[in-house]
């Protein structure tokens, strides 16, 4: 499975790169193209037909964002059809260049398609783009919160050690130190992000939504580190914070064009921070199996309390080198029977997250502005605000359930 995931995650970026090129080069290449097509009369078939338009080399780039994410996106709408079908193994597994070959194939379709047809999935496309972002929310709260788990955990060894160690109280303070330095971080670039849009966006409305999204982070920042909150942790409610921000800021950047120039005064952050942004959540997406665990660590738990591989410090007391050799052939028995299983639901869930993902891409790369779209992503500030609460909320409210 973690080979299909990794495929996924290549398509996107042999996409972006695809588009990327293409968009660079096309005043070289597309003139020419629609001279040639002109002598068979074809010549305002597709992309040709940008030409005469107020800015043709806008057209251009939109119209080739927007046909490299719709081919992406009917690729993994196909892997998610052949899954449910029941062809889910071979769909997820094999024909690894047979997706990029078609990915290509239909990017060469599109080309001969009416533009009016990708000028609509652009509009759908910035408004659709707010699901992404809030998926994208999901993903880096259990971001957060395994990024605590780990630098904590690390904490917690090094105070076991002492007693071994006589720098392990030192490493443990490190760790700590390490904790609130990255919140404070976070924090600040959270604080920053407020003055900054408020400087920029003076308007009431958007004012009033950053300054909103603002507070209630940090009153979610101060119950999660209160001894009521016993689920809540500084780093991840910090990360929280700076993302919300980061949030704000794309709902501000697709307020209608006439209401974003006459209020921006000066230049905001350039598309590739939220590619970036993008890129890291769909990477940590593609190494995880749920949420909080990547697949090494249950894979090593199962193992170690089934008997079949040695814990660490019975390996270190009893030689590594006959541990390793013991438990060679099980573990490779035991991967070969992992690689075997196939998650279909997961496998599905994946390419949806992926198709999401390229319609975010489609509205960084080409934004279509208006008071709708504007609406949609001001919305996914607070959903995301409210699926962190209930984070928080939800071990002190279900209290039968185990969130551990």
């Known amino acids: 499975m973690r080979a299909a995931r990794c495929i996924l995650v290549w398509l996107q970026a042999f996409t972006a790169l695809l588009v990327w090129i293409s968009t660079l080069s096309a005043s070289s290449w597309l003139p020419q193209t629609c001279d040639w097509l002109k002598h068979i009369s074809m010549d305002s078939v597709g992309l040709c037909g940008c030409r005469g338009a107020s800015d043709e080399q806008e057209c251009w780039t939109e119209q080739l964002v927007y046909r490299g994410e719709v081919s992406l996106v009917v690729v993994l709408l196909l892997l998610v059809l052949l899954t449910a079908s029941g062809c889910g193994d071979a769909a997820a597994k094999l024909h690894t260049a047979g997706k990029f070959v078609g990915l290509l194939i239909l990017g060469v379709v599109c080309m001969f398609l009416p533009n009016s047809v990708f000028s609509v999935f652009g509009s759908v496309a910035s408004c659709a783009s707010a699901i992404y972002l809030i998926a994208q929310a999901i993903l880096l709260i259990d971001f957060g919160y395994s990024w605590n788990e780990l630098w904590h955990g690390h904490a917690i060894k090094a105070e076991r050690e002492v007693s071994h160690r006589p720098q392990g109280r030192r490493d443990a303070s490190g760790w700590k130190i390490a904790i609130v330095v990255a919140s404070a971080a976070l924090l600040l670039g959270s ?117 079949l591989v040695a814990p660490a410090e019975d390996a270190e007391a009893a030689g590594a080198g006959a541990t390793a050799e013991a438990n060679s052939g099980v573990i490779a028995a035991v991967e070969e029977e992992e690689d075997r299983g196939f998650e279909p639901i997961g496998f599905i ?56």
């Open 349 to 404: 869930v994946q390419c949806l997250v992926h198709a999401a993902a390229a319609v975010y891409i489609a509205s960084v790369l080409a934004p279509s502005k208006g008071d709708f779209t504007y609406g949609c992503n001001a919305a996914a500030v607070f959903i995301a605000l409210a699926l962190f609460a209930w984070t928080l909320v939800a071990p002190m409210v279900l209290t039968n359930r185990s969130f551990s």
């Open 191 to 307: 604080l920053v992000g407020t003055i900054y849009l408020c400087a920029t966006y003076p308007g009431g409305g958007a004012r009033a939504l950053v300054l909103v999204a603002e507070l209630v982070s940090l009153a979610l920042l101060c119950i999660s580190i209160t001894d009521w909150c016993k689920h809540g942790a500084l780093l991840p409610s910090s990360l929280m914070a700076a993302y919300i921000m980061w949030l704000a800021y794309s709902a501000l950047s697709l307020l209608p064009r006439e209401q974003s120039e006459a209020t921006r005064e000066t230049p905001l952050l350039p598309s590739w921070v939220g590619l970036v942004i993008c890129a890291v959540s769909l990477a940590s997406f593609s190494q995880s199996t749920g949420l909080g665990h990547t697949p090494e660590q249950p894979r090593l738990q199962a193992r170690e309390g089934l008997g």
